[in-house]
């Protein structure tokens, strides 16, 4: 199995780039990982917000590939701690054959038909982050995972 990160628009600050380039250079000793980057959409500012959610939702909908299985971090989907959340993706390494898609929707969230495409909903706080935050946390939370599954000292109860 192979996870991958979709994500709407690339990410501006160095920092974050960086961080998120450390953790998935950590991630690849456990897991094939993958984080696709979907340009932002042109003349968004001319766009309301549904035909803004709509455009992004084609070009989420068009980096699936055949037997992804999608699931959407969403503030209203199911919240994990570390250890559930590598539970969760341990039971996910022994189900899904090919591609773990995560999606993170853009500014407005995810379009209709992305909600009916995707699998399940997860959520990484009832808080709000940046999309930009939002990379990074994620890429740890499924390093941290890999680590825990491996009986490694990086998580700490």
């Avoid at 379009?111 to 997860?122: D, L, R, T």
């Avoid at 009832?126 to 999309?131: A, D, K, P, Q, V």
């Amino acid at each position: 199995m192979k996870i991958a990160l979709v994500v709407i628009g690339k990410t501006d600050a160095r920092y974050f780039m960086e961080a998120i380039d450390e953790y998935k250079n950590r991630l690849v000793h456990y897991i094939p990982f993958e984080m696709q980057v979907i340009p932002d959409v042109k003349n968004a500012k001319h766009l309301s917000e549904s035909q803004q959610k709509e455009k992004e939702g084609e070009l989420i909908l068009k980096s699936l590939q055949q037997g992804d299985y999608l699931v959407l971090l969403d503030e209203k989907g199911k919240d994990f701690t570390s250890m559930e959340f590598a539970r969760y993706i341990e039971k996910k390494m022994q189900t899904v054959p090919r591609r773990l898609v995560f999606a993170v929707g853009g500014p407005y969230g995810f379009s209709e038909a992305v909600y009916k495409a995707a699998s399940e909903k997860i959520s990484l706080s009832r808080m709000t982050f940046s999309h930009q935050m939002v990379r990074l946390i994620f890429v740890e939370q499924i390093y941290r995972a890999m680590t825990i599954l491996n009986n490694e000292p990086y998580h700490h109860e």
